[in-house]
């Protein structure tokens, strides 16, 4: 009595899937690779958007004034610093400090390779980065040709940061500007962490005055890229942006620090190949999981044809079946959800390591994987019950 008992409260769904463990673990494999590959959409898209925007979330300042051509940070769009001392006379601006941005060749000094790395350049005395390893190294930047590099730098530059840490203080390195074929030699002073991003391999910061030695003939001191403006305690930000955005001549813009990320998300998600790409690919990941899970379903139904209308002829409704359908289709989401989860945090922190871009597993990422596997799983028994209603008592005599 006990045994049937159990038995009775073991799905139904459950023990035809059970049936052909076979197919049951083929199944489960399919769907579990379609997580991974949502997972991976996902993970790229999150380290697409971040690490893009790191330099944007670690700036000091309320409001940010760039060219109105500005497209992305890594496109060089420079302004006229008038423009940014112009805000000082606007009701609720504190203070303002420029920032200078460009890409110049670092040469590797164990391989004597150059590779595209960003500077970042900006006047120590009004520091614009919130980050402590830079705050401590401010003083360092007064320094003449002594630069901060960014250990989260791709490997190609060369063991810069392990020697540092190593004791070797006193490293040198040359930057060459593009187009040029003149170097120009400065000293490690410190280290810092920000990272590269899709569209830079790593950064360097410099004083604003060693930035305009580095690029003595592409850049003049009064084009600046970006223009910090933090404004008086309990300025209203809104207002102050309106006034700005109302009074300045048009060659400029100005937005909130939200603002600014979105915009560069927006350029990145909208304008970019990359963008598109991984839209693309998550789309069609699940597309092609609603058709493998219908296949599966399908065939399963099919195969249980006989059993389907040999339940209909007893006396149970539709409404019985198309449940142990979605029972199917609920339990194979999970099942496939499991093993996808753990591929894919075990391939994040491979990724992370070998591209040094911030790939990580969210909780945002885990329920939105597993709302769309279930989501997915649903759709197809949706599809797949169209069978389903056409079983026929009269199919079994």
């Known amino acids: 009595m006990t045994n049937k008992s159990m038995n009775f409260k073991i799905p139904l769904g459950w023990l035809q899937l059970a049936q052909q463990k076979v197919r049951l673990l083929v199944a489960v494999a399919g769907i579990g690779f379609i997580v991974l590959l949502m997972f991976v959409q996902l993970g790229f898209q999150d380290a697409l958007y971040s690490s893009a925007t790191a330099v944007h979330q670690n700036l000091k300042g309320d409001l940010f004034l760039v060219s109105s051509q500005y497209k992305s940070l890594t496109s060089n769009q420079s302004f006229s610093r008038t423009r940014l001392y112009q805000s000082l006379g606007f009701d609720g601006v504190e203070s303002v400090s420029p920032m200078y941005l460009q890409f110049a060749k670092l040469k590797n000094p164990a391989t004597s390779e150059k590779y595209s790395i960003y500077v970042i350049g900006f006047d120590p005395g009004r520091p614009v980065m919130n980050l402590p390893e830079v705050e401590k190294n401010l003083d360092k930047l007064k320094i003449p040709d002594v630069v901060l590099f960014d250990r989260g730098s791709r490997p190609e530059f060369g063991p810069i940061a392990e020697k540092f840490n190593g004791g070797e203080t006193a490293q040198t390195i040359e930057i060459f500007p593009y187009s040029s074929l003149i170097g120009y030699r400065v000293r490690i002073g410190g280290l810092f962490t920000l990272g590269p991003s899709f569209g830079v391999d790593g950064n360097l910061l410099v004083s604003d005055s060693t930035f305009l030695r580095i690029n003595p003939n592409t850049r003049p001191a009064d084009m600046i890229d970006i223009g910090l403006i933090s404004l008086k305690p309990g300025a209203n930000a809104e207002k102050v942006l309106k006034n700005l955005q109302a009074n300045l001549p048009s060659d400029v813009q100005v937005f909130t620090r939200q603002g600014f990320i979105d915009f560069e998300k927006n350029y990145w998600a909208v304008r970019t190949p990359i963008g598109f790409i991984l839209n693309l690919m998550l789309t069609m990941a699940a597309v092609v999981g609603v058709v493998i899970v219908y296949q599966i379903l399908y065939s399963n139904i099919a195969t249980q044809f006989v ?31 499991i093993p996808g989860f753990i591929t894919s945090v075990l391939l994040y922190s491979f990724a992370a390591e070998a591209t040094k871009l911030p790939i990580v597993m969210t909780t945002n990422n885990a329920v939105i994987v597993l709302t769309s596997t279930v989501l997915m799983c649903i759709t197809s028994g949706a599809l797949a019950i169209n069978k389903l209603r056409s079983a026929d008592p009269g199919d079994i005599f």
Request: no cysteine.
């Open 307 to 337: 059993a389907y209308a040999t339940l209909k002829a007893i006396g149970y409704a539709n409404s019985y079946l198309l449940n142990v359908v979605f029972q199917q289709a609920l339990i194979l989401a999970i099942l496939g959800y």
